[in-house]
């Protein structure tokens, strides 16, 4: 796939593929994370990976999905829910904790990911104090968000976007439709 059409496919997929995800990707997911650039190379963030079917099932319900969605249609039923999760957490111990770095990251993990051709919800509408207990998240780190993961039934799309409507839609097959602004909105000048 060429770089522009993998970019464009990376996109948030909320519905699953009811297998495990292969060690490999999420191997590969905290391997691009950890190498990702940071402010001042300071390295806060880690990870914990959520992949025992145990788990990945107590973590389901802590995690809000798809705001703009009423829940049956944004809310993966019980056939279709992420086979994995990784936490990304900032260790407030360590000096430098940047949001910045963290958006650096989640693009690289979702992207090391997507090249195994599982799809990603980043989730940052979530239940910190229930998942850090669950997930023993040490004393001074923050959760910042989780990530679910898993081979998407479904397809995820750039639309047009009408009448500045932010809001993604379903298709009549199910698919996300996810409106970006257009290209003479976001490109301010070409100087
Ligand atoms: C920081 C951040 C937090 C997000 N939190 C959630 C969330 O809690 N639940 C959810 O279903 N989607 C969440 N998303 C996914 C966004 O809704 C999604 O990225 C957006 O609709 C654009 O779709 P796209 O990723 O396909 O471009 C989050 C995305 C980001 C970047």
């Not at 990304?88 to 195994?116: I, Y």
Request: charged share 20%; hydrophobic share 40%; proline share 7%.
């Amino acid at each position: 796939m060429d770089m522009m059409e993998f970019l464009r496919t990376r996109r948030t997929y909320r519905r699953f593929e009811q297998r495990p995800v292969e060690p490999a990707a999420l191997a590969d997911a905290v391997e691009a994370a950890r190498i990702a650039s940071c402010g001042a190379n300071r390295q806060t963030l880690k990870y914990i990976v959520v992949q025992s079917a145990e788990m990945v099932a107590a973590v389901q319900p802590l995690v809000r999905w798809a705001a703009y969605l009423p829940p049956e249609q944004g809310c993966p039923k019980q056939d279709e829910v992420p086979t994995a999760f990784i936490a990304v957490v900032q260790d407030e111990r360590l000096p430098g904790a940047s949001d910045t770095d963290v958006g650096l990251a989640l693009g690289s993990l979702t992207a090391a990911a997507w090249a195994h051709g599982v799809g990603s919800c980043i989730m940052g509408s979530i239940d910190r104090p229930a998942l850090c207990a669950l997930l023993g998240v040490p004393g001074g780190c923050r959760l910042h968000s989780m990530v679910a993961l898993g081979y998407p039934t479904h397809e995820s799309r750039v639309v047009p976007m009408e009448n500045g409507d932010v809001k993604y839609f379903l298709d009549e097959a199910g698919d996300y439709c996810v409106p970006k602004r257009p290209t003479e909105e976001v490109l301010l000048a070409t100087l």
